[in-house]
């Protein structure tokens, strides 16, 4: 296992802990019932969504930069 693979491990099972227990933190703070597997599913498919995020900030930008262009 080569030093970059180990670092995306170390920082998919970092961001996977940190997404699970800020879902339980913002069940508890919203009220709402704790739900530990809406949990796991979000922190599973963290990256994808952290991706699809971006992607879509990145998309709406260069839409807002072709509208200010007059483009």
Do not use: Q
């Amino acid at each position: 296992m080569t030093t970059i693979y180990l670092a995306v491990l170390v920082v998919y099972v970092l961001g996977f802990a940190g997404m699970y227990f800020y879902s339980l933190k913002r069940d508890v703070v919203c009220g709402l019932e704790r739900n530990p597997r809406e949990a796991f599913m979000l922190a599973l498919f963290w990256p994808p969504l952290l991706a699809i995020l971006v992607l879509h900030i990145l998309v709406e930008n260069i839409i807002l930069c072709m509208r200010r262009r007059g483009g």
